[in-house]
């Protein structure tokens, strides 16, 4: 019996008895994180996800094959988009990787596999998942059983093209994580198609010695993740995972975003030059750390870091960061089924702040949404399985906590509890209007009348109620925003997001995403001076704060206080401490006074625009 009789035969390269030695290949993506990184691939195929099978009953069919349909739609997306960006590799990379990803597109269209799976799920009532993995199996055996066709290695080859393709709607069914880490050998370089910033919080760096993917942008709370943890990255390489062979040693240049695939032996002797060039870099900045960090007439700029997960502690304690600008909650209720509690939050809170030994932390309440997908929410139904149509502009950070007060109370009374351990502050995300920092206020004081009664101890004043100004709508509104936050922190991610309608995370929108924006510097401006006006504590916690050579423009505008990643904290504390501030104010005038973003990159990075 020919099972396969629908599924199509794309084209493909014929196939050579011995292939020909490879020859070295520059791929060229975003740089996002500094280091270069020699090694093995990490598996570039995807593992097989595990999957438990279950019945459904007959009511949820059409719930089910929604699911289903979701699931296909999502990968179709995928496999389209990668597909569209093939066009920035030389040619011989097109003519290999190309039909592949045609071979998947048409098997998740309107194929026999997609038909069966369907068939599965109405006629025998089992889950989705259960039924991809049944359709997979049976058709991976069928095309491997063809009678009279003896191309054995086809026939495998398109097996595991079947496989594949299960294992991507099963990964869009389950949301699982991209791959499991455990298996990951020390000093192997990560290479896949898209890397969560779940996934990417799972990541242990002690083994990890490089990472690259085809998606992601600068800015995106991936590239963020891999800054944080000090990992050589580089995103946004189009074609790479399909190009890249597991095992094949590659090399990642988070310095120019380069990544070499089968490099030549001279290659290879400039990246290990560039890596102990590197090291010893890294080693002369830190002596930076008790250095302190004023500029060279004596005005103090206070240098915090940012903290996703509780592992960056000893790199912040390392970095000679003053306190925590920004602690993103959100990285503690990830990966895990269900939502931390108030007394297993308050407990991680107070070991954090406790590790800081007096300096203050500032803690941003869950900031839900756009990217930051948390499985924990979804399975306690707290947000939608679905996500909303433009999950950026939907329910996210402070909308999604006004909504849902209970887990907004629970996260502000852990933190209260924690305040107690040393000087907290509360930060609210994607704030957009003042109505909202009333509601949140009200909301905290009522969470304290109740922990007073409840006989808590909490700190004798209360910690400060600050917001992130991370929209246009804040930025525009910072002189009333001024009235009801006790202190501003410029988000200069999403505000250049928003700002510019381009999406951080996004590959190929990537050039248009420009922190640099005369639009985004007059809205930090703006922000800034409201806040000056009213005395009030201000700073920018987004990645902009991570750029030595911004530091003059920023100083300029007024800005004393910056949080970033841990790892930047050295190298701006260098270029704070070569300031002049009447030097600073002048430059920042003069900065914006231009319209012109490439004359503005030109003025701040000290170098001419590229093309
Ligand atoms: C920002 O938007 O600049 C910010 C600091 O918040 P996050 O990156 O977590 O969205
Ligand atoms: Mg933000």
């Known amino acids: ?39 093995p691939v990490f598996g570039a195929a995807e593992p097989q996800t595990v999957v438990s099978r279950a019945k459904i009953a007959a009511t949820d069919i059409q719930a089910e094959t929604a699911r289903l349909d979701a699931a296909i739609t999502q990968s179709r997306k995928q496999l389209l988009k990668l597909r569209a960006r093939l066009g ?57 059983t063809l009678p009279g066709d003896d191309d054995r290695a086809g026939r495998k080859r398109r097996a595991e093209e079947v496989r594949e393709i299960g294992r991507r709607l099963i990964r869009n069914l389950t949301r699982a994580p991209f791959r499991s880490f455990n298996a990951l050998p020390a000093g192997a370089l990560l290479v896949c198609e898209s890397l969560r910033p779940a996934d990417a919080a799972l990541l242990d760096p002690s083994r990890l010695a490089g990472v690259a993917t085809d998606e992601g942008g600068a800015d995106g709370h991936t590239a963020i993740m891999l800054r944080a943890l000090g990992v050589p990255a580089v995103l946004g390489v189009a074609g790479l995972s399909q190009a890249a062979k597991p095992g ?13 695939l089968n490099p030549e032996p001279a290659t290879l002797v ?96 869950l900031d839900w949404g756009g990217e930051k997908e948390i499985e924990a929410l979804q399975s306690e139904g707290v947000v939608p399985e679905a996500a909303d149509l433009n999950p950026a502009l939907g329910m996210r950070g402070i909308r999604l906590l006004l909504r849902e007060t209970d887990l ?67 930025a525009l509104s910072a002189d009333a925003l001024a009235l009801e936050a006790d202190f501003f922190a410029i988000g200069t991610n999403d505000l250049t997001m928003y700002t ?5 995370g996004e590959s190929e929108v990537s050039n248009l995403y420009d922190p640099m924006h005369p639009a985004v510097l007059r809205l930090v401006q703006f922000a800034t001076e409201a ?40 190298r701006v504390k260098q270029a704070i401490r070569a300031l002049d501030i009447d030097d600073c104010a002048r430059f920042a005038r003069r900065v914006m006074e231009q319209s012109d973003p490439l004359r503005i990159r030109e003025m701040v990075m000290g170098t001419p625009p590229a093309g």
Request: net charge neutral; hydrophobic share 45%; charged share 25%.
């Open 408 to 474: 907004f109370e629970t996260q502000l009374a852990a933190i209260l509890r924690a305040a107690v351990a040393g000087p907290v502050r509360i930060l609210l995300p994607m704030v957009t209007t003042v109505a909202e920092v009333r509601t949140a206020r009200e909301i905290y004081e009522r969470v304290i009348r109740r922990l007073r009664r409840r006989g808590e101890r909490l700190p004798e004043k209360a910690p400060p109620l600050g917001i992130m100004i991370e929209t246009p709508g804040a």
């Open 500 to 504: 510019l309608a381009v999406d951080r």
């Open 531 to 570: 806040a000056l006006r009213m005395r009030m504590p201000v700073s920018v916690c987004g990645e902009m704060a991570s750029n030595p050579k911004l530091m003059k423009l920023l100083v300029g505008m007024g800005l004393r206080s910056f949080s970033m990643n841990a790892s930047a904290v050295p």
């Open 248 to 260: 094949e040693v590659i090399i990642i240049d988070g310095v120019t975003g380069v990544v070499t």
């Open 270 to 365: 400039a990246a290990r030059r560039a890596v102990t060039a590197y090291a010893r870099e890294l080693q002369k900045l830190a002596s930076l750390r008790r250095l302190p960090s004023v500029t060279s007439d004596g005005e103090v700029v206070e240098l915090q870091a940012n903290l996703e997960i509780p592992a960056e502690l000893p790199l912040i304690a390392q970095s000679g960061a003053s306190g925590i600008g920004l602690l993103r909650s959100e990285f503690l209720f990830m990966n895990r089924e269900t939502l931390p509690d108030e007394n297993a939050q308050a407990e991680t809170y107070r070991s954090i702040v406790e590790a800081m030994s007096g300096d203050p932390v500032t803690i941003r309440v």
């Open 88 to 144: 920035i590799l030389p040619e011989d990379s097109q003519a290999e990787i190309a039909p592949l990803l045609d071979a998947y597109l048409q098997m998740i269209g309107s194929s026999r596999l997609v038909r069966g799976v369907r068939r599965r799920v109405a006629d025998t009532l089992v889950s989705a998942e259960t039924a991809v993995v049944d359709e997979t199996d049976a058709l991976a055996e069928a095309i491997l």
């Open 1 to 39: 019996m020919n099972k396969t009789d629908e599924t199509p035969e794309p084209k493909r390269p014929r196939e050579k008895a011995a292939p020909a030695p490879r020859a070295e290949r520059r791929l060229i993506g975003i740089p996002v994180s500094a280091g270069v990184a020699i090694g």
